[in-house]
T-cell receptor
Framework: EAGVAQSPRYKIIEKRQSVAFWCNPI?????LYWYQQILGQGPKLLIQ????????DSQLPKDRFSAERLKGVDSTLKIQPAKLEDSAVYLC????????????FGQGTRLTVV | AQSVTQLDSQVPVFEEAPVELRCNYS??????LFWYVQYPNQGLQLLLK??????LVKGINGFEAEFNKSQTSFHLRKPSVHISDTAEYFC??????????FGKGTTLSVSS
């Protein structure tokens, strides 16, 4: 079974530029998560989708971050404009459904904002 | 609100020694508890989870953890570590239908 796929693996941009990350969850998984992991910290939830609906986006900085999962499968996370403090690893995870306790993680996208 | 505190940011040990990584949680309701491992430049991999039932949970790679409700703890243990266990370990908590909330992580460094 293929795991959670993320691209790109690495991205370097200048501050005030825009960037987008892509995630393809495990086939059939209804729940998709985006986490931000700043160096030296644990992952922090940005947004949780159930199919193509948002379950929780309370920690998403909506003035600059946006995410979509239009067809309930793959998802895109965008930052516009980026700030230096956005430098982090962005992890995508999926699970079969809300009642399923375990999340399966992709390898992440490492973003460096200079 | 739920939260997780990992009591040690770094744990250095020698190969074949036992190790314990400490995790405390706070929650006003029943929770699920997890330990994940992260190797350099990799995503997170589940080591073990506690949902209900027996308080001693066994996971992959010889790790185990004990759920202690009265102490609100979920400490991770391994009786004999290997060099390959060097990694970042994260304790996490969730409730049914909610996303995982992670601690800040513990860096386990195993040397020979």
């Amino acid at each position: 079974e293929a795991g959670v796929a993320q691209s790109p693996r690495y991205k370097i941009i200048e501050k005030r530029q825009s960037v987008a990350f892509w995630c393809n969850p495990i086939s059939g998984h209804a729940t998709l998560y985006w986490y931000q992991q700043i160096l030296g910290q644990g992952p922090k939830l940005l947004i949780q989708f159930q199919n193509n609906g948002v379950v929780d986006d309370s920690q998403l900085p909506k003035d600059r971050f946006s995410a979509e999962r239009l067809k309930g499968v793959d998802s895109t996370l965008k930052i516009q404009p980026a700030k230096l403090e956005d430098s982090a690893v962005y992890l995508c995870a999926s699970s079969p459904g809300l009642s399923y306790t375990e999340a399966f993680f992709g390898q992440g996208t490492r973003l460096t904002v200079v | 609100a739920q939260s997780v505190t990992q009591l040690d940011s770094q744990v250095p040990v020698f190969e074949e020694a036992p190790v314990e990584l400490r995790c405390n949680y706070s929650s006003s309701v029943s929770v699920y508890l997890f330990w994940y491992v992260q190797y350099p430049n990799q995503g997170l991999q589940l080591l073990l989870k506690y949902l209900s039932g027996s308080t001693l949970v066994k996971g992959i790679n010889g790790f185990e953890a004990e759920f202690n409700k009265s102490q609100t703890s979920f400490h991770l243990r391994k009786p004999s570590v290997h060099i390959s266990d060097t990694a970042e370990y994260f304790c996490a908590v969730s409730q049914a239908g909610t996303a995982l909330i992670f601690g800040k992580g513990t860096t386990l460094s195993v040397s020979s």
